[in-house]
Every structure is written in C-alpha cells, then in structure tokens.
C-alpha cells in the first residue's frame, strides 16, 4: 500500500520500556494541547530510536493481520492496517517536516539513514505475501459483500497499490524492486541536498548604490540586513530565494543585476560541487527500469495509471489544448516589450532576464499599477485575515491563536491557532511558518503533524495541519510586504490547509489531501480566486503605516491587471509540465545531456526564445525531488480546469452563497478521498468540466 494508508496508527510502546529518567517523546503519549507534537522536548537522538521501535511495533501488527486464522474482513484487514504503525507515523511526521522547514546539518545527516530505513521497511509490507492474499480475498469479493462506497475503494486502492508495489512479483524480481526502490530514495535525498546547497551557496554582493534604482525599499532594507548578517556592512546581499529574487528582475533597473540574478536561478545546480545532472540521469535510470519491472513500458505509464488522467496521452492533450492560445499571448506581450524598448533606444532584443522587468513596465503603461505601492496594503498579518476571514464567511469556521505555552512549535516565527467550528467545537490545529530562512527549503506548501479520523470507539479525531511559505522577512521598521503573487500563494496554501481540516472522511487513508494527485490541486486553487475579489480585499488590504482600507481605484487596477502577464505565465507552466511529461516517456536514459534535452522539448514545442521553463531539470524538486509530482506536474493545470469551473458556480450565484459553499465542502473538503474525485466533482458542480472554463479564468479565450 503507498503508505497514506500503511502508516496510520496503533497502540503506543509503554514508557516502562525505556530509561526512567527521559522517555522519548515519540515513545509515549503527547502531554500537549491537542497533542502537538513536544518539538521543545524532541532531541535528534530520539528520531532513529523512535523509527526503530516504530517498525519493530508496525511489524508486529502486520503478523497478527496476516497470521489471524479467521477469514478476512474489511476489520480484520483493511481498518487494522489502516490503524497500524502510530510510532512509526508520529515520528515521521515530525522528522519530514524539520527536515525540509527547519533543518540543520545533523537532521541532513539522518536522513541519509532514515529514509532508506523507511523505504525499507515500505517494501516489506507493500511485498508481504500473506497480506496481499489476504487483500486480494476481499477485492475478489468486494461487489458481493455489501461494502460502503468508501470501504469498496480502500479494497480497491489497496490491492492496486500492493499490485504497483510488487506484490505480483516472483521473490527475485521483489529484491530487484526493493533496491530500485532504496536507490531512488537516496537519489532523491541527494539531489535535494544539492538543491539547497547550490541555493544557499549563490549570493550577489552588490556595493554601489546605483545597482539598486528601481528596487522595492523594503527589498534593499533586506538585502542590507542580509549583508549586515554576513560581516558586509555598507552593501547589500540578493540570494536566489523567491522574495529576494523575483523582485530584482522585477524592478531592478540595472539590466546586469536582472541578468546575474536570472543566470544564477537558471544554471542553479548545473555543474560544480552540487550538479544534479548526473543525479538526474540516474533517477530516470531507476525509474526506467522500475517501470519495466513492473510490466509498463515508461515510468510516465505507471504513475498516470493511479490518476484521474489515466495516461499520459490524455494529460499531454488537455496541456496542448493550454499550449496553443497561451504561446500566442506570450507573443503579443513580447511585442509590447519590445516596443518600450525601442521607444527608449535600448537597441537590445528582449533576453529571458528582461521579461519580468518589461512586462512590469507594459502593466504600468496599461494599467497605471504600481505593485510596490499594492505592496503596501499586503502586509503578512492582514492578509492572514483575509484568509481567515473567508474561510469564516464560507465555512463557518473561526481561528483563535494559542499562546506558546499552549502550542509548541518548531520555530518562534511560527503562529498556531485553534480551529472551532460554527457550534464552537474543535475542528483542528492550524499552524503557520512563512518567513524565508536557509535552513528551510525554497517554496510554499501544506502538510500535517496528526491525520484526521473516526476511531474504533466512533470518536473523531482532529488533524493538525500546517502551511509553510518563504515570504521576506520583517525589517526592523517594516513588517512582511507581500506581492500579488504572494497574497495568491498564501490563499493557495491556506486552501490545501481547509481540506485537511475540514476533512470528515471516515478513515485515515482517505483523509484530507489522500486523493488522486490530479484532484489535490482543486480546493486550493479554487481558494486562490477569492484572494482579489472587492469584498475580501476590503477586509484585510489596509497600509501597513496608515490603517487605509485599500482605495477602490487601486482594487480595480488590480482587476483590470489580473490577466496581464498570462501568456509568460501560461507557457512557462505549460512548458514545464511538458518538459515532465517528455521525461515520462523515456524508454532509456542512459547518459542524456539534460541541456540538449530541454532545448529540444522547446524546440518541438517552438517555445518562445524569450521564456524559459519554470523549473529547469535540475532545480525541478517537483519531479526530481520526490516520486509525488513526477509525471505529474500536469496537475496543477489539470486542477485548474475544475477550479476555474467550479468557480464559475460561485460567481453566477454570490462569491460567499450559503448553499453553494455548503455543496463545495460537503462535496470536496469533507469527502478526501471517500469517493471518485469526478463523481464527487460533478456532484457539486452539476457536470463535468471543461478547458474552456480555464482559458477564460486565464485571459486567453
């Protein structure tokens, strides 16, 4: 089983086990409020301690399923596994989430011991004979037995997980699996070190002051206090990190620090110390020879088989559906840069590094919009109203922040709330780290510490979920300033945040965002269009010195711009996407030359000479960082032809309508993964989707 539903929980190893003088948090009951993990407590010697004990308990409660002698049940089978490994589950959950937002060298170093560990021990149970038998039993069995929808497609998910695990395979050809497996994992383990270290190791010094004209204040303001950290008082520090850099090949007027900047991201892990390029190719190596293993011609076939796409054939047309109308936006945008250009005699061609910068001085042209004044009216706090307060309007909710007495944490910057619904009961934990640092790695995303479920007894339990951004910093005199971008993002994360805690899903495999990939990406990217609607802005835009409510001129310069930049948007997103898919159809890898590759995906493609992927090979963690988006990259814009429809709804009858945001959460955010995620989609849209509705959500139809 992929292990949403192999790592769930049991009964807790006795503390009498253990030395009387300090348990080990992992190894007993959490003492906290709503049992938030103790990481004031937690020591890195615990981690190893705790896997250890935890696979040595899920080993023991994988023998008492497939040693019982009674025939299998959904009870004796399907919910004991679903309910074993807590220890196990516990640890890995805190471990996963130190390792990427808050890490140190020594976390670093353990990794490098327990993923493989874990991985190891995944392969045992998804390569268990007795328990695939037994699955197998029930799925011979599940249209006579009188299952509930969400029992038959746990039965379902079950066998073809341990199916695509091996379970199939004759006993050399599992070993064969099972280091393929351990393979990948340390090669994504490498390439992520890479990643960071390539990340953390770039830095322009810049010394005159001129290189700066047409930055944000508060952007300098950082750049200087990042300096000041490093012993370079009197000059400024730009990193690759994302509040750093998109504001310099946004603003800066400096055409060399735009292409420093730009060259820096681009070649990001290409060669050198940290190049992942030989890293690459041996991933698509493995994964080649994983899928034949398995009976599937490429990788690419044996991911989409699990997803709503189903192949890849299906998620390449929906992207060539996008790919078309979006290059030529791109090519009429590219044409009024050039114009600006020219009208100043800049006898230059618009360069990849120009295309942010120009295209900020086209949105200023037509729409008289100012981000750096927008910015303003964006600080960190405010906006975390915002997406408090729709999440009240629309499901009834409030968030009450817990002290840090109440509420451990990993990190002070953090904030931690308690989540009550309407009737004033516990719904969740909700946690936030959104400050940019280097021990966390670049991006935003949502996870959680505890899942979500209803227990033997009939009592629910709450998850305690959690988003992580990279938002700049405050400055001594300035809070956290957020662009459009960033208010979008926080909205986008915050959505992955209510369906995890809004999840009513009976078992703790189907809770939450434990949904086909292609369909995680709807109740965040839904949650997104509400960031930039008046009503909503009303509440939270307010300048961060004065206390003005944003004026509507500006929310409406904000909405005529909306689609401004939708053409680069579109085919850097779509390009990337592609670029996956043309990795998943790789029938042999051996030695690729990953530049040579990328410029003949472009080429085949005829994508614009002035755009770039969104993610070149070798900083595209998505898909090299981890199995999770591989193939998959897709989704986003797959997602995005149902939230854009799905929107559509919300429009026609009133942004906040009782009974339609009532449909979206009984339909999406309570079910998880309970049900067929088209099923549950037409149930509360009233028909399927279509791409039409993302090409006007887009500006491009």
Known sequence: MVLAAVLAAGSLIPATMHAAKRVNPFLTDYKTKYEIPPFDKIQNSDYLEAINAGIEQHNKEIAAIVDNPAEPTFENTMLALDNSGEVLEKTMYVFSTLEEAHSTPELVELAEKIYPLYSAHSNEISMNDKLFARVKKLYDNRDKAGYTTAQKRIIEEAYKSFARNGALLSPEKKEELKALNLRLSELYLKFNKNLLNATNAFSIVVDDKAELSGLPESVVAVAAEEAKARGLDGKWVFTLHAPCRLPVLQYADSRDLRRKMYEGYTSLAFSGEYN????????????????????????????????????????????????????????????????????????????????????????????ALDEDLVRQYFPVENVRKGIFYMANKLYGVTFTELSEKEAPRWHKDMKVYDVKDADGKHVAVFMTDYYTRSEKRQGAWMSELKASFIDDNGKAERPIIYNVCNFSKPTADTPSLLSIDDVETMFHEFGHA?????????????????????FVELPSQIHEHWAFEPEVMRVYARHYKTGEVI????????????????????????????????????????????????????????????????????????????????????????????????????????????????????????????????????????????VDALLRNRGLK
């Open 276 to 367: 992942n390029q030989p890293v690459i190719n041996d991933i698509l190596r493995t994964r080649i020879a994983k899928a034949n293993l398995l009976g599937y011609r490429t990788y690419g076939d044996y991911m989409t088989e699990r997803v709503m796409a189903k192949t890849v054939k299906a998620a390449e047309d929906l992207l060539l559906q996008i790919w078309k109308p979006a290059v030529a936006r791109a090519n009429e945008e590219i044409a009024e840069m050039q114009a600006i250009v020219d009208r100043n005699n800049g006898n230059f061609r618009i360069a990849p590094y120009d295309y942010y910068y120009y295209l900020e001085k086209v949105r200023q042209e037509k729409y």
């Open 498 to 518: 209510l369906h995890g805690m809004l999840s009513r899903a009976k078992y703790k495999s189907q809770s939450g965002t434990n949904v086909d990939r292609d």
């Open 551 to 690: 004026p509507e001129e500006l929310v409406k310069k904000i909405q005529e711009a909306a689609n401004h930049g939708q053409g680069f948007a579109t085919t850097e997103l779509v390009g990337a996407a592609l670029l996956d898919l043309q990795y998943a159809k790789l029938t042999d890898a051996e030695n690729l030359d990953i530049p040579s590759f990328e410029k003949g995906v472009a080429r085949t493609l005829n994508m614009p000479e002035e755009i770039q992927y969104r993610y070149r090979s070798t900083y595209f963690k998505h898909i090299f960082g981890s199995d999770g988006y591989a193939s998959g990259y897709y989704t986003y814009l797959w997602a995005e032809v149902l939230d854009s429809d799905g929107f559509e709804l919300f429009k026609e009858r009133g942004i906040f309508d009782p009974e339609t945001a009532k449909s979206f959460k009984a339909n999406i955010l309570e079910m998880g993964g309970s049900e067929d995620p088209m099923e549950l989609y037409i149930r509360f849209r009233g028909h399927a989707p279509a």
